[in-house]
T-cell receptor, first 114, second 120 residues
Framework: AQTVTQSQPEMSVQEAETVTLSCTYD???????LFWYKQPPSRQMILVIR??????QNATENRFSVNFQKAAKSFSLKISDSQLGDTAMYFC???????????FGDGTTLTVKP | GAVVSQHPSWVICKSGTSVKIECRSL??????MFWYRQFPKQSLMLMAT?????????EQGVEKDKFLINHASLTLSTLTVTSAHPEDSSFYIC????????????????FGPGTRLTVL
């Protein structure tokens, strides 16, 4: 079974600065997907970024980028130029391409301070 | 694209009654939908995988007779909490994965806004 670990329950960052959220996972699979989801106070889960395991290039989406280290089974999220609207709970998730279902980490609550 | 709705967004019911929650994919078809439960400030716990036209697959520890799932079409899955009790109070979230070729990222789950259930 896959496991996803987010070792930072809470983090804070000043507006306009950069913050990195950590995620490690454990799997014996070779083909899979990794995701970062954002859950603001509204509790709507929003896809932030997606990474295919077979791709060596790190995914980027505007201010969001990942550092994917497949051998180390690490998948961290970097948020640049943090904005107040980035305040949310962030979940790292693993999805096996065959099973289709996802395993989520426990989440990191990020607070962006003005 | 890739919008998932849930209805109702919140519901309060008396203990012993049944509650039905609908999950719809509005602009895509999905053969697979997932149902999660989330307690405050905790992670999402997968309850079951809903497959169109077949029986749902429940995770270990989830009571099949308590949480009835029906996936009658490619755009609708329902979760019925039968004989609800206060311990069933929670936030229920569904997600759906598009059929292949509908979107480039078919191996992605899109989430509904969730349903807050309170059982008195």
């Amino acid at each position: 079974a896959q496991t996803v670990t987010q070792s930072q329950p809470e983090m804070s960052v000043q507006e306009a600065e950069t913050v990195t959220l950590s995620c490690t996972y454990d799997t014996s699979e070779n083909n899979y997907y990794l995701f970062w989801y954002k859950q603001p106070p509204s509790r709507q889960m929003i896809l932030v970024i997606r990474q295919e395991a077979y791709k060596q290039q790190n995914a980027t989406e505007n201010r969001f980028s990942v550092n994917f280290q497949k051998a180390a089974k690490s998948f961290s999220l970097k948020i640049s130029d943090s904005q107040l609207g980035d305040t949310a709970m962030y979940f790292c998730a693993f999805m096996n391409t065959n099973a289709g279902k996802s395993t989520f980490g426990d989440g990191t609550t990020l607070t962006v301070k003005p | 694209g890739a919008v998932v709705s849930q209805h109702p967004s919140w519901v309060i019911c008396k203990s012993g009654t049944s509650v039905k929650i609908e999950c719809r994919s509005l602009d895509f078809q999905a053969t697979t939908m997932f149902w999660y439960r989330q307690f405050p400030k905790q992670s999402l716990m997968l309850m079951a995988t809903s497959n169109e036209g077949s029986k749902a697959t429940y995770e270990q520890g989830v009571e099949k007779d308590k949480f009835l799932i029906n996936h009658a079409s490619l755009t609708l899955s329902t979760l019925t909490v039968t004989s609800a009790h206060p311990e069933d109070s929670s936030f229920y979230i569904c997600s759906a994965s598009p059929l292949p070729r509908e979107f480039a990222s078919t191996d992605t789950q899109y989430f509904g806004p969730g349903t807050r259930l309170t059982v008195l």
